[in-house]
């Protein structure tokens, strides 16, 4: 069940790029029950920083540990039962070894949490990855510029 059902959610995503693929998790969504492809992230604690959420579930989904950059991206998810607003940050891999994690908000049977992959830039659209605006628009629109920039 996911827990944050009729409440607004913070959520901090990371976008770790290497070799011109960036790194995705494909995940059951509780919101369509469908298989997707995003970003690693997950709910910011009360008490924790954006920064700090990132770092901790970027580990937990992926076994690495990361360096928060700079803030890339901001989007808004409003449905039927679930509200987040999501940050997305560039991030830069320190150590660790990559491996499929799982989420603490689940229990084994139930993990959301299905692989995970580099996906080649290139190849995106041909995957279901939300939000659906990173799919495409977010390297086309000269964002994939902003990267490397330290501005929105």
Sequence with gaps: MFTCQ???????CGVLVENEAVLLVQLR????????WMPP???VRLGETIQEALKREFEEETGLEI????????????ESRIQAIEFYFRVTKISG????????EYNDDDQI???????????LPGHRIVPEYFKKDFWDNGNAARLN???L
């Design 97 to 104: 070894k990559l491996r499929l994690g799982s989420d603490p």
């Design 113 to 123: 949490l299905k692989e995970i992959m580099f996906i080649p830039i290139a190849e």
């Design 41 to 43: 992230g997950g709910g």
């Design 6 to 12: 009729g409440k607004l959610r913070i959520r901090s």
């Design 149 to 151: 920039s330290n501005f």
């Design 67 to 78: 360096e928060v950059d700079h803030l890339v991206y901001i989007n808004e998810l409003v």
């Design 29 to 36: 969504s509780p919101i369509s029950n469908q298989l997707i």
